[in-house]
């Protein structure tokens, strides 16, 4: 015959599975939010490319020919919206980039071996329109660029 810790052991055990499958599925719906495809598609010219989070969305407006300036995004680290832009290998190869030009305001230099950069814009909420310029040599000349948006709200 059964004793009452086992019924009781009973009853948990549907309540334990359920709230471990709840919380398997918010974490896997929490992550999907920030996995998405990171600014890769090849199209260039005046197309729109979007990406977005609970806390910040991204759209690439406008992009050159150049076809160094591979992606960009805007995320959060912790309380901070930090861009995250990476350069093509290959356009690397070919193309003598000394920098790229964030907005006039910053001028994030570009190492050989590296092709993704960060650069920390403030705290949210934060919204702003940034070019974002490869440049090459002195004087300098212009790569290729792209123009993104972003929006990064404050908690809700």
Do not use: K
Not at 17 to 35: D, E, F, K
């Amino acid at each position: 015959m059964p004793s009452a810790s086992d019924a009781d052991e009973d009853t948990d055990s549907p309540s334990r599975r359920r709230l471990l499958a709840s919380l398997s599925a918010a974490g896997t719906a929490a992550l999907a939010g920030c996995s998405g495809p990171f600014g890769s598609s090849a199209d260039s010219g005046t197309g729109s490319e979007s990406q977005s989070n609970a806390a910040c969305r991204t759209d690439i407006t406008r992009r050159g020919d150049g076809g160094l300036l591979e992606g960009a995004t805007v995320m959060l680290d912790d309380e901070d919206a930090v861009l995250r832009f990476t350069l093509s290998e290959s356009a690397l190869d070919e193309e003598a980039v000394g920098w790229v030009d964030v907005d006039g305001d910053h001028e994030v230099p570009v190492v050989e071996d590296r092709r993704e950069y960060w650069l920390r814009l403030g705290q949210r909420p934060i919204h702003d329109r940034l070019t974002l310029t490869s440049m090459s040599g002195r004087p300098a000349s212009p790569v290729d660029h792209l123009v993104l948006e972003f929006n990064c709200f404050a908690e809700g």
